[in-house]
C-alpha cells in the first residue's frame, strides 16, 4: 500500500526557523499550523466524564440510547435539522477514524472511486487508498464530466465548512449535490466539525445559529437516504483529546457501519460516551467557545491582511486561508522570520501552491503577539 509522506513532517525545517527568530516580545514561537485546541475542556463535560469513570464492561458500539436521542436533538436545535433518526446516529472514535475508513466499512475497494474536494484535507485521500480505492480530487461536479459506471464515485465526500478554505456550502449547493448523487447512485458524507463556527454576517433570518447541514430538510427533501453527516466535538467543546464524534444520517447505511464496528472492536470508551451526551446537551460553553475565537479572529484577521495576504472563504472555522500571489513556501518563510509558523496549501492539494492556512488555535497572548509582529515594520 502507498500511501503519501506525512505532510507535517516537512514543516520541521521552517517551524525550526521560526522558532530561532528573534521577536520583540519573548514569547518565541506563536505557532498557528495546527487546529488543535488550547482551552479548557468545559467543566459539564469534565464532570460527565468523572461520573462514568467507573467503567469495568465493555460499552456499546451503537452508543447509548440517550447519547443517540441527544445527537438528534442536537441536529434539531442548532442544525435546523428536526428529522434525525436516532437509530441513525453512531458514535465514533474521533471523526478521522471514521474519514479514514469510512471507504473500507463500506466495503469499497479495487475498481471503486471516492470522490473528495481539490482543495480538502488530506485524509480523504488516505481513506480511498487504505481501501484500494481510486481517490479522485474533483473541483465541482462539472469536473467529473461525462460518467460510466467506471468512473461514477461510489462515495462521494463534502466538508463544509471547509478545511483548509473556511468555505461554507449553501442550501442551494448542497441540493444540487445531493440530487445529483441520487441520479447516480452516489452515497455523499459530509464532513461538518466546523459547523458550530460560523463567521457569516449576511446569514438569512431564521436560520439556526450553525452552517447548513447535508441532512438539512430544504436539501434532502425529506428524506436521508444515501447520506452522512461526521461530525467531532473536538473544536466546538475542546474534545480533541477525548476522541468524541459522532456519523449521523441514513439508518440503513448507519447500521451496515455498525455492523463492522461491531466486528472490528471500534468502540468508543463509555465514559468518552457520558461525556459526548453532555457535551451535545449543552450550549452555553459552545457559545463561550465561539466568542473566544471570535476575538481571536478580530485580532488576526487584519494584521494578516496588513502583512500583505488576501484572506478567501474563512467564513466559518478556524483558519484564515490566506495568499501573497507566491509559492506558498516563500510565504512560510516571511512569517517564519516573524515566529509565526503557519501550514502550506500544499498540503491539501497541487491547486493551492500559493495560499497558506493560518489557525485562530492559540491562547489570546500568543494571538495578540502574531498580530503585532505583523503589523510591525519590516521582514
Given at each position: 500500500?502507498?500511501?503519501?509522506?506525512?505532510?507535517?513532517d516537512?514543516?520541521?525545517?521552517?517551524?525550526?526557523?521560526?522558532?530561532?527568530?528573534?521577536?520583540?516580545?519573548?514569547?518565541?514561537?506563536?505557532?498557528?499550523?495546527?487546529?488543535?485546541?488550547?482551552?479548557?475542556?468545559?467543566?459539564?463535560?469534565?464532570?460527565?466524564?468523572?461520573?462514568?469513570?467507573?467503567?469495568?464492561?465493555?460499552?456499546?458500539?451503537?452508543?447509548?440510547?440517550?447519547?443517540?436521542?441527544?445527537?438528534?436533538?442536537?441536529?434539531?436545535?442548532r442544525?435546523?435539522?428536526?428529522?434525525?433518526?436516532?437509530?441513525?446516529?453512531?458514535?465514533?472514535?474521533?471523526?478521522?477514524?471514521?474519514?479514514?475508513?469510512?471507504?473500507?466499512?463500506?466495503?469499497?475497494?479495487?475498481?471503486?472511486?471516492?470522490?473528495?474536494?481539490?482543495?480538502?484535507?488530506?485524509?480523504?485521500?488516505?481513506?480511498?487508498?487504505?481501501?484500494?480505492?481510486a481517490?479522485?480530487?474533483?473541483?465541482?461536479?462539472?469536473?467529473?464530466?461525462?460518467?460510466?459506471?467506471?468512473?461514477?464515485?461510489?462515495l462521494?465526500?463534502?466538508?463544509t465548512?471547509?478545511?483548509p478554505?473556511?468555505?461554507?456550502?449553501?442550501?442551494?449547493?448542497?441540493?444540487?449535490?445531493?440530487?445529483?448523487?441520487?441520479?447516480?447512485?452516489?452515497?455523499?458524507?459530509?464532513?461538518?466539525?466546523?459547523?458550530?463556527?460560523?463567521?457569516?454576517?449576511?446569514?438569512?433570518?431564521?436560520?439556526?445559529?450553525?452552517?447548513?447541514?447535508?441532512?438539512?430538510?430544504?436539501?434532502?427533501?425529506g428524506?436521508?437516504?444515501?447520506?452522512?453527516?461526521?461530525?467531532?466535538?473536538?473544536?466546538?467543546?475542546?474534545?480533541?483529546?477525548?476522541?468524541?464524534?459522532?456519523?449521523?444520517?441514513?439508518?440503513?447505511?448507519?447500521?451496515?457501519?455498525?455492523?463492522?464496528?461491531?466486528?472490528?472492536?471500534?468502540?468508543?470508551?463509555?465514559?468518552v460516551?457520558?461525556?459526548?451526551?453532555?457535551?451535545?446537551?449543552?450550549?452555553?460553553?459552545?457559545?463561550?467557545?465561539?466568542?473566544?475565537?471570535?476575538?481571536?479572529?478580530?485580532?488576526?484577521?487584519?494584521?494578516?491582511r496588513?502583512?500583505?495576504?488576501?484572506?478567501t472563504?474563512?467564513?466559518?472555522?478556524?483558519?484564515?486561508?490566506?495568499?501573497?500571489?507566491?509559492?506558498?513556501?516563500?510565504?512560510?518563510?516571511r512569517?517564519?522570520?516573524?515566529?509565526?509558523?503557519?501550514?502550506?496549501?500544499?498540503?491539501?492539494?497541487?491547486?493551492?501552491?500559493?495560499?497558506?492556512?493560518?489557525?485562530?488555535?492559540?491562547?489570546d497572548?500568543?494571538?495578540?503577539?502574531a498580530?503585532?509582529?505583523?503589523?510591525?515594520?519590516?521582514?
Open positions: 500500500m502507498k500511501l503519501p509522506d506525512f505532510p507535517w516537512s514543516l520541521a525545517p521552517v517551524k525550526e526557523r521560526a522558532s530561532s527568530a528573534v521577536v520583540p516580545d519573548g514569547l518565541g514561537l506563536v505557532d498557528l499550523s495546527v487546529g488543535t485546541p488550547v482551552d479548557p475542556t468545559p467543566e459539564v463535560v469534565q464532570e460527565a466524564l468523572r461520573s462514568a469513570s467507573n467503567a469495568p464492561g465493555y460499552p456499546q458500539t451503537w452508543g447509548t440510547p440517550a447519547l443517540r436521542e441527544a445527537v438528534a436533538a442536537w441536529f434539531a436545535e442544525r435546523g435539522v428536526p428529522d434525525v433518526d436516532p437509530d441513525g446516529v453512531l458514535p465514533t472514535i474521533g471523526s478521522k477514524e471514521l474519514v479514514a475508513w469510512l471507504p473500507t466499512l463500506m466495503g469499497l475497494g479495487a475498481g471503486d472511486v471516492v470522490g473528495f474536494p481539490s482543495v480538502a484535507y488530506p485524509t480523504y485521500d488516505v481513506g480511498a487508498r487504505l481501501a484500494g480505492a481517490p479522485l480530487a474533483v473541483d465541482g461536479l462539472a469536473a467529473l464530466g461525462p460518467l460510466t459506471p467506471a468512473t461514477t464515485p461510489k462521494l465526500w463534502l466538508n465548512p471547509g478545511n478554505t473556511g468555505q461554507v456550502l449553501g442550501v442551494e449547493h448542497l441540493a444540487k449535490v445531493v440530487d445529483w448523487a441520487r441520479r447516480h447512485g452516489v452515497v455523499v458524507a459530509s464532513d461538518e466539525c466546523y459547523a458550530e463556527l460560523d463567521w457569516r454576517e449576511d446569514r438569512r433570518a431564521g436560520e439556526p445559529p450553525t452552517t447548513p447541514s447535508i441532512l438539512d430538510p430544504r436539501v434532502t427533501g428524506s436521508h437516504e444515501g447520506l452522512l453527516c461526521i461530525y467531532s466535538l473536538s473544536k466546538q467543546s475542546n474534545l480533541a483529546g477525548y476522541r468524541a464524534a459522532f456519523v449521523a444520517g441514513d439508518p440503513a447505511l448507519v447500521r451496515r457501519l455498525l455492523e463492522v464496528r461491531k466486528h472490528a472492536g471500534m468502540i468508543p470508551p463509555w465514559p460516551q457520558v461525556a459526548l451526551t453532555a457535551a451535545v446537551s449543552d450550549s452555553s460553553h459552545v457559545e463561550e467557545q465561539k466568542a473566544r475565537y471570535a476575538a481571536r479572529r478580530a485580532v488576526l484577521l487584519p494584521a494578516v496588513e502583512f500583505g495576504l488576501e484572506v472563504h474563512s467564513e466559518a472555522g478556524l483558519y484564515l486561508w490566506a495568499s501573497a500571489g507566491e509559492d506558498a513556501w516563500v510565504t512560510l518563510d512569517l517564519a522570520a516573524r515566529g509565526i509558523l503557519a501550514a502550506p496549501g500544499t498540503f491539501y492539494g497541487p491547486a493551492s501552491g500559493q495560499h497558506v492556512r493560518i489557525a485562530l488555535t492559540a491562547d497572548e500568543h494571538i495578540a503577539a498580530a503585532a509582529r505583523l503589523a510591525a515594520p519590516g521582514a
